[in-house]
């Protein structure tokens, strides 16, 4: 008898420590994490849609961790080219706002062990037919990529940023609109994880509501780094922010359209001031109204703009005067990375029974 309830207990003790460590395991580690490849210099849209919320997040008391992407950089460039990018891009997150006392940030590939494994046991949980289906892709294959030639990995694309997120087990994620397809694969993927193994991932978030969409200056599509001539880079001196600017598209006097929402995006975004943002509001109000001001709202935005980059590049300059800054930078975030990584992935193998 006695035996009994002490097996029992034993039981009962087992359980409860499985449910303690699930519980734990449910609890985000990182409140804020965001990643940008680094496959170029940046546009003011890498900003507006991925940075500036972490900035301000940073401001209010949050600890954002920010990492950069090269295995997802490696996609469809050569490593080699994309190493050339890695110091540039931590020093525009330093410069940009990003605060190395208060934030983490690391170099995706510094856990690469733990990012392709994840990757691997998460894609057994998806369908070939269902990455297929994720609209980024579709658009890659239907406009500049062909099934025969892409490689694999732009499939397992989504897959890997889940990783990422999830060994974070981060709470907020802020991304421009062309990644909210992907979010939804790592919710997915989350959910279906939990539901099979364990519940070992909470549900990571999009953080803005409406998520960002900076249409590029001319022609179609977003800014993206790949079409220059429709894109304000971080890089860009005055002079080519001007004529890139009096070159953009706007709208005929009394009508709003997508393009000079996304232009009203920049200005609003990169102004310092409130005065500057007021300044915008009436100009827009004017236009409403049917006024011819659009070469006036051109102005403005350009003195933003300028603003904006001059004070962005003189902090730059100063940081990449001492690589050996980036380096331990980039260093202790790996520390902290790892450490959520390594604790993350051995939870997932001893739910999926991995290893001994
Ligand atoms: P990347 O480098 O392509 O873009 C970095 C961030 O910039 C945003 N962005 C835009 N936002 C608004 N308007 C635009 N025109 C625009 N162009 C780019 C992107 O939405 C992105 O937030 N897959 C990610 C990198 C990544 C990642 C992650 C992000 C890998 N793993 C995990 C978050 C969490 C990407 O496309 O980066």
Redesign the pocket.
């Known amino acids: 008898m006695p035996k009994r309830i002490d097996k029992n207990k034993k039981k009962c003790y087992n359980e409860l420590r499985t449910l303690k460590k699930e519980v734990n395991a449910m609890q985000y580690k990182v409140e804020l ?5 680094p ?1 170029g210099d ?2 003011v ?2 900003y ?3 940075v500036a919320p972490i900035i301000e997040l940073q401001a209010q008391g949050v600890s954002p961790v920010v ?1 950069v ?1 090269d295995l ?2 490696i996609t469809d460039n050569e490593p080699a080219t994309v190493r050339q990018y890695i110091y540039r891009v931590v020093a525009d997150y330093i410069a940009l706002g990003v605060d190395p006392q208060k934030a983490r940030i690391y170099l ?1 590939s510094d856990i690469a062990g733990e990012v392709t494994t994840l990757t691997a046991l998460l894609a057994r949980l998806v369908s070939v037919a269902e990455l297929l289906r994720v609209p980024t892709l579709k658009d890659k294959l239907k406009n500049s990529a062909r099934p025969e030639t892409a490689n694999a990995l732009l499939l397992l ?1 989504p897959v ?2 889940a990783a ?2 999830l060994l974070n087990r ?1 709470k907020k ?7 909210l397809a ?1 979010m939804e694969v790592t919710r997915l993927l989350a959910r279906r994880f939990n539901k099979r193994y364990g519940e070992i991932f909470p549900i990571p978030q999009v953080l803005q509501v409406k ?6 200056l001319r022609g179609r599509g ?4 790949t079409n220059p001539g429709g894109a304000i880079f971080l890089t860009d001196d005055a002079k080519t922010v001007a004529s890139k600017i009096k070159a953009a598209e706007t709208a005929f006097e009394g009508v709003m359209n997508e393009k000079l929402e996304s232009l009203i995006l920049i200005a609003k975004g990169l102004a310092k001031t409130g005065s500057e943002r007021d300044e915008v509001d009436a100009i827009i109000e004017a236009h409403k109204k049917g006024k011819p001001v659009m070469g006036q709202f051109k102005q403005i935005l350009t003195r933003i703009v300028q603003n904006f980059l001059e004070e962005f590049q003189s902090k730059r300059a100063e940081i990449t005067r001492d690589p050996s800054y980036i380096q331990s930078v980039l260093e202790e975030g790996a520390k902290v990375a790892r450490e959520n990584a390594i604790e993350t992935l051995a939870e997932v193998r001893r739910v999926m029974q991995i290893g001994p």
């Not at 994490?33 to 490849?37: A, D, F, P, Q, S």
């Not at 802020?174 to 990644?179: A, L, S």
């Not at 977003?222 to 780094?225: L, Q, V």
């Open positions: 994490l965001t990643g940008i490849r496959t940046l546009t849209a890498n507006l849609g991925a990492f992407a997802h950089a995706q694309y890997m940023m990422d997120i981060a994620v802020p991304v421009g609109e062309d990644q992907h998520s960002l969409r900076i249409l590029s977003k800014m993206s780094k």
